[in-house]
């Protein structure tokens, strides 16, 4: 009886906690766009994932000693994940910030599980059905309605955002992060496996953050420079993790997939109150477009982000 009581009330933590994990994504695209001027994109970065680093390996120290031989043998991957996840998939981010709307940032990255989809294929030997097939056309046409703002019938006079691009290839990477996660097992918990990856994180942001160090203008060191980084460590980073990763134990895969479809719904809301950003219409049109595509390749697919 104690047991059927305690799930139930784990399942309806979960349930409540799912509708925050978006918020908490979210507030990474309002750090993106107050670090111009302030601090330079890998250092936030560094910055950022360097914090989740410190916190995860104090927690699975015990752990990461034990297994400090078998991730000694692999340590390359840890170094290529780390680049995918958190240098391309956060220093890019913040660099295509630099000049394109948090709008941008949330829909396009709402169609990484259609790469995902389309990698699983290519990777992993995964099939592809007719509907999939159908919300991968539908959805990657939603990204480049959002990229030439919804203006198809004067691409001419269209003026492309560099950091529309930038958000294009950090969602790329995203996919093969996910995706060489699935390929490459690992002896490793979900905490300690990775705080592994964080620090081939930190290992591949360094070099570019010392660089950055030595350009004018780029960083204001301060209190907001450092308030950025607390910020996208412990919400979107931290915070973000592990509830999903806890509701994902309880709740499945399939259940907490609802969070990267309300990703775009929290973005249009906080980046318009916080930012006064206000979404327009060739967002509200990739959207439909987009997130429907997301739900029939995800619906029936076993590859998720």
Not at 62 to 85: C, D, F, H, P
Not at 101 to 112: F, K, P, R
Not at 186 to 206: E, F, K
Not at 239 to 268: F, N
Request: net charge positive.
């Amino acid at each position: 009886m104690n047991d059927a009581l305690n799930s139930a009330q784990q399942t309806r933590q979960a349930l409540i906690l799912l509708w925050i994990v978006p918020a908490l994504w979210s507030v990474n695209y309002i750090v993106a766009r107050k670090a111009p001027g302030v601090i330079g994109p890998h250092l936030l970065a560094l910055g950022r994932w360097g914090l989740a680093a410190l916190v995860l390996v104090v927690l699975a120290r015990t752990e990461l000693w034990a297994q400090r031989a078998s991730i000694a043998k692999v340590w390359w991957q840890y170094v290529i994940l780390g680049a995918l996840g958190m240098m391309v998939c956060g220093a890019w981010v913040y660099q295509g910030a630099r000049s394109t709307q948090a709008m941008n940032i949330a829909l396009i990255y709402a169609a990484s599980p259609v790469l995902i989809s389309l990698g699983a294929v290519w990777m992993l030997g995964e099939t592809i059905n007719k509907r999939q097939i159908a919300g991968v056309c539908l959805a990657l046409l939603g990204v480049v309605h959002v990229v030439v703002k919804g203006q198809w019938a004067a691409l001419s006079n269209v003026q492309f955002v560099v950091g529309d691009l930038w958000i294009v290839a950090a969602t790329v990477s995203w996919a093969g992060y996910a995706l060489l996660q699935k390929k490459w097992p690992s002896p490793l918990s979900a905490t300690a496996r990775l705080a592994a990856i964080c620090l081939g994180g930190v290992a591949s942001l360094l070099p570019f953050s010392v660089w950055e160090l030595f350009q004018p203008n780029l960083t204001v060191w301060g209190v907001e420079a450092l308030w950025l980084i607390v910020l996208a460590g412990l919400v979107p980073g931290l915070g973000a993790y592990w509830i999903y990763g806890w509701a994902q134990k309880i709740l499945g895969a399939s259940r907490t997939a609802v969070a990267l479809y309300l990703g775009p719904l929290y973005a249009a809301f906080l980046t318009w109150a916080v930012l006064g950003e206000a979404p327009g219409w060739h967002h509200l049109i990739g959207g439909l477009l987009i997130l429907p595509g997301v739900f029939l390749v995800s619906s029936s697919s076993k590859t998720g982000k």
